[in-house]
């Protein structure tokens, strides 16, 4: 493993997702096979093609935010700040105002605020006009507005930033805070991705896109990456925020640490907006370079818990890749989704995928790919079908897989000495 000046480790793990609220309650429900995907509460979507979501149920801002804050806040906000406040708790970090101008916020969404913050806009606009819009709402809009409501909440002084790569946005924010740390600017980073993407016109977009699944008639069986008889995607909500920190500050203060950072990739296909490269040459690119950036060998993975989103194209796309990348020994690795139980939380997708191969590593345990039920001819490898497998894991290889080509990959492991 190659050694760096400074090590990046994983503290806190805060979690809002289809299938569970807090990294507890999302591991179980991982490891028990338990789908969130469900038919969508939120609209009446009986007209749309596709009718299921997988939503963050039983989530209340206040829980987390105060009712005031939370009435003016765009959902993807509301997510953000909730998963920072459980990862922030889990990693028992108190940020004082000597850390807080050494603590930094990478943090990211696809969507931001074009369903709930925009629709109610319009409407408004169109019933009352200007004068009936609400002013707070201009503030809502920006993509940067979930980065900025950490800094405020919790008092951050440091660089806040926003990435916006679509699928790909955990992990490159992430990689961003990782940066941060190894090059002495930050001792302390919030990273992660929020969207709230469950609302009519953002959803019937991605409906006229032809990109989801259309098996309404059994919500818990629709998303099945890497099955045959896979037909789409599920579009999800969600919020992750993983705390990285520098290690020695870990160390030294006692944190709980899940897992090191050890190396990271990213490529562009550049062949369309759509389209997935099913060859997986570029993917695997940025399999290998996180590979080698890591100092390590193909032979060292021991499971990939990949992007595999049930979209044909792309889940063909990752399995060539790590062929591809790691030769043989991609037969010999689990491969998991969790996108089976999840759906696709879109800037979330990639965090929520780095903490279960944290818990993998901690719990020594893989999550499985639900509805494998026939086998795809061209997705061949050991996708850990349906129940959950112990394992020995110390080095996950995480990916993502956006619309328009952006590829990256993550490499965490198990904290050594």
């Not at 105060?66 to 003016?72: D, E, I, L, P, V």
């Not at 705390?243 to 490529?267: K, T």
């Not at 399999?287 to 992007?307: C, K, M, V």
Request: charged content about 20%; overall charge neutral.
């Amino acid at each position: 493993m190659l050694r760096r000046s400074r090590r990046v480790v994983i503290t806190g793990l805060g979690v809002v997702a289809p299938n569970g609220i807090g990294k507890d309650a999302f591991w179980s429900a991982l490891v028990a096979g338990k789908s969130g995907i469900d038919y969508i509460s939120a609209f009446d979507a009986s007209s749309y093609s596709c009718q299921i979501a997988g939503e963050v149920k039983g989530f209340v801002p206040s829980d987390f935010i105060s009712a005031r804050k939370a009435k003016m806040m765009g959902r993807f906000s509301q997510l953000a700040l909730a998963s920072a406040r459980l990862a922030v708790e889990d990693a028992a970090l108190r940020i004082t105002s000597s850390l807080a101008p050494q603590t930094t916020i990478c943090f990211g969404t696809a969507a931001s605020g074009v369903g709930d913050i925009a629709e109610s806009t319009m409407e408004a606009l169109r019933v009352g006009g200007p004068k009936s819009v609400q002013p707070w709402s201009a503030l809502e809009f920006p993509s940067h507005t979930a980065a900025s409501y950490l800094a405020i909440e919790f008092g951050i002084k440091g660089r806040a930033m926003t990435i916006s790569s679509n699928c790909c946005t955990s992990l490159d924010a992430m990689q961003t805070g990782f940066e941060q740390i190894v090059e002495g600017r930050a001792k302390v980073a919030l990273t992660g991705g929020s969207d709230a993407p469950i609302f009519p016109s953002p959803f019937s977009a991605f409906c006229a896109l032809g990109s989801l699944t259309k098996r309404n008639d059994a919500p818990t069986e629709a998303s099945r990456p890497y099955d045959l008889l896979r037909d789409g995607a599920v579009v999800s909500e969600g919020g992750v925020t993983l705390i990285l920190e520098d290690y020695e500050f870990a160390m030294d203060r006692g944190a709980p640490i899940y897992a090191e950072i050890l190396g990271y990739g990213s490529a562009s296909e550049a062949i369309g907006m759509r389209k997935g490269d099913v060859t997986g040459r570029v993917m695997a690119q940025a399999i290998q370079a996180a590979i080698a950036n890591a100092g390590l060998r193909p032979s060292h993975i021991d499971h990939a818990n990949t992007h595999g989103s049930s979209l044909p194209d792309y889940d063909v796309c990752d399995t060539n890749a790590l062929k591809i990348a790691l030769g043989a020994h991609a037969y010999k690795i689990p491969v998991v989704s969790i996108k089976s139980m999840i759906g696709q939380p879109l800037a979330a997708a990639t965090g929520f995928q780095t903490v279960s191969g944290c818990l993998s590593i901690r719990e020594q345990r893989l999550p499985p790919t639900i509805n494998q039920t026939v086998p795809d001819p061209q997705c061949d490898l050991d996708y850990v079908p349906n129940v959950t497998r112990a394992a020995r894991v110390n080095r996950v290889l995480i990916n993502g897989h956006s619309y328009g080509g952006s590829v990256s990959a993550l490499i965490i492991g198990k904290v050594e000495p």
